[in-house]
């Protein structure tokens, strides 16, 4: 995943900054990106700790399920990126795999 903030995060971030400047005085852009920065870190944060729920979890079923919930938050709820991204998954660990075994073969 990209560390460039996701425009569906910067449209919450826009929305936000106006209710806080219907309340407190906001100097405009430089809110909005501090409320989108914050946003995407959370998003971030979530993703980060399903990923690590997953590999805690003794249940692989489970695992495989926060997986794909991770999977789908990071793919902005979008069920093909999410699928993309774990054609991509999947892709890494074989080469892992393949490189793992060529070391030791």
Do not use: W
């Amino acid at each position: 995943m990209s560390d460039a903030i996701p425009e569906d995060i910067m449209d919450t971030a826009r929305k936000v900054a106006m209710k806080i400047a219907a309340v407190l005085p906001v100097s405009g852009s430089e809110d909005v990106n501090h409320i989108a920065e914050a946003i995407f870190a959370e998003r971030q944060r979530i993703i980060a700790r399903l990923k690590e729920e997953a590999d805690l979890t003794p249940c692989s079923e489970d695992a495989m399920v926060t997986r794909s919930n991770a999977r789908l938050i990071e793919a902005d709820f979008s069920y093909e990126e999410a699928e993309r991204l774990l054609e991509i998954e999947e892709a890494r660990e074989k080469a892992t795999l393949i490189t793992k075994d060529a070391d030791h073969g």
